[in-house]
């Protein structure tokens, strides 16, 4: 291992980078608060600065992707539609198999320039989290209870909400609903067969209603759907503690894009067309499985310097208070003052363990565990 690689596995770094993040992610947190005021006034200025904003938080994790780890991504596509992407707003379908796809998700909206704008359907619970999940509420992201009985009205709303947005938006959507596990797995299949529809060896079934309905709210508002699965070489099964690590992955991602007009508006058949998909998508992987790519040219977009030039601007506004004060705690000899810097260290790194396992697959979500007769979403 090189000098640099060993730097990367040190705990301390990784203590650093969180230190950066948060502190950095509860001023801007702070500083959206104060941003409300332009709603009444000028709401589309208001919108415009919080994807700003929420640049600066979302960079920092897509910077530890692209530059930290190093991680390698290598985009199949069209080349027609190639030259689209970023240029449009679009409905993006993601699959749900890895602890990091989330992460890939985001470095995909980076590398064309629409990540502080990219949207999710994410749980109502991570509303109420600080810093990604309050960046969230200014965004104006969707959240859901998954209970659709609960969900439908208010999503809708949220939805139409988006339909005069000033940017260009991708709205990013895990149709799985929860992340990929043989349990999981298991169970969706045993429903598939007992309402009779098609079995995947690959992906969850799809949740229908969501997606359904997230087209027929932003419909003429999204030009397409980004159908998209994602691949790593070599059967890695990359985590964030890997990426933070430093370890280096090499993710290949497919993307279809179909224009909404392929995409049926009555609910029923657009469900049906969301499982063919679906059965596509599989048949997308047991190639992968096969053969080791795509069957569409593969390119590779360029890395953008700004995530970096983010993170080292808030990396030199926070670290030198951090290393000042740390100095004149040391300097003071004072074993009270010792014992407390002792005690923040050992609650920093459990928070950054604690932040580290809501990623990982085995601590996952348990929807779709035990849930045999799901409504789909």
């Not at 690689?5 to 992610?25: M, P």
């Not at 993710?251 to 058949?269: G, H, M, N, S």
């Not at 499982?275 to 992968?288: G, I, N, S, T, V």
């Amino acid at each position: 291992m090189d000098i640099i690689g060993f730097l990367k596995s040190q705990f301390i770094c990784h203590l650093l980078i969180c230190y950066i993040f948060i502190v950095s992610g509860l001023i801007i947190n702070f500083i959206q608060l104060f941003t409300l005021v332009l709603w009444p006034i000028n709401k589309q200025l208001f919108r415009k600065v919080n994807c700003r904003l929420a640049y600066c938080i979302s960079s920092q994790m897509v910077m530890l992707l692209e530059w930290w780890s190093g991680t390698d991504c290598t985009l199949y596509t069209d080349p027609e539609s190639y030259h689209k992407y970023g240029k449009e707003n679009a409905i993006v379908i993601l699959n749900h198999n890895f602890e990091i796809d989330f992460l890939c998700g985001w470095n995909f909206c980076e590398r064309f320039g629409v990540l502080g704008s990219s949207k999710v359907l994410a749980k109502k619970e991570l509303s109420y989290v600080p810093i990604i999940g309050w960046m969230w509420y200014f965004l104006e992201i969707v959240f859901c209870k998954r209970k659709w009985e609960e969900d439908r009205k208010t999503v809708m709303q949220s939805l139409l909400n988006l339909r005069d947005y000033p940017e260009n938006f991708w709205f990013l959507i895990h149709c799985e609903g929860t992340r990929f596990t043989e349990q999981k797995h298991q169970i969706s299949m045993q429903v598939a067969e007992t309402k009779g529809l098609p079995k995947l060896k690959y992906h969850l079934l799809p949740r229908t209603k969501g997606f359904a309905i997230t087209v027929q709210c932003l419909r003429n508002v999204v030009s397409a759907v980004y159908d998209s699965t994602l691949n790593f070489r070599n059967n890695e099964n990359p985590t964030l503690l890997g990426v933070l690590n430093g370890k280096k992955y090499h993710a290949d991602l497919y993307v279809r894009r179909i224009p909404l007009e392929e995409v049926p508006e009555d609910e029923q058949e657009c469900s049906k067309w969301l499982h063919r998909l679906y059965q596509e998508k599989d048949a997308f992987q047991e190639d992968y499985y096969r053969t080791g790519t795509y069957p569409a040219t593969p390119i590779v977009p360029p890395r953008r310097p700004w995530t970096l030039l983010n993170w080292l601007f808030w990396a030199l506004l926070l670290l030198y208070p951090l290393f000042q004060l740390l100095i004149n705690m040391v300097s003071s000899g004072s074993s009270l003052t010792l014992a407390s810097f002792a005690f923040v260290i050992i609650v920093a790194s459990v928070g950054v363990r604690w932040m580290i396992g809501v990623t990982e697959i085995n601590k996952g979500s348990t929807y779709g565990n035990n849930d045999n007769k799901p409504k789909h979403m």
